[in-house]
Nanobody, 117 residues
Framework: QVQLVESGGGLVHAGGSLRLSCAVSGNDFRILTMAWHRQAPGKQRELVAGVSNTGNTNYADSVKGRFTISRDNAKNTVYLQMNTLKPEDTAVYYC???????????WGQGTQVTVSS
């Protein structure tokens, strides 16, 4: 059984920073991609950033230059450093992993990020 535990969300003023962490526990990980998604009230969930097992990263246009995703394979942990936060970044942020074996996808429980103007 694989579990994802997120931490690091909270309330911050516009222009501030937060760092999200997502630790994967269990066994038989075989993780390919680790990613962060977010869902704001009344909106669809969207991909924020992803990092492959080879270190390739991709970002939503709205966060490029402000957010940085990284992963520590030894700790089975993925991070999202969020700088210059804006009120429109307010959302529940979800950690997601894609594995090479079934079950292919796991999601975290979500962590709230609120950016005040």
């Amino acid at each position: 059984q694989v579990q994802l535990v997120e931490s690091g969300g909270g309330l911050v003023h516009a222009g501030g920073s937060l760092r999200l962490s997502c630790a994967v526990s269990g066994n038989d990980f075989r993780i390919l991609t680790m990613a962060w998604h977010r869902q704001a009230p009344g909106k669809q969930r969207e991909l924020v950033a992803g990092v492959s097992n080879t270190g390739n990263t991709n970002y939503a246009d709205s966060v490029k230059g402000r957010f940085t995703i990284s992963r520590d394979n030894a700790k089975n942990t993925v991070y999202l450093q969020m700088n210059t936060l804006k009120p429109e970044d307010t959302a529940v942020y979800y950690c997601h992993i894609q594995r090479s074996t079934y079950p292919y996808n796991y999601w975290g429980q979500g962590t709230q990020v609120t950016v005040s103007s």
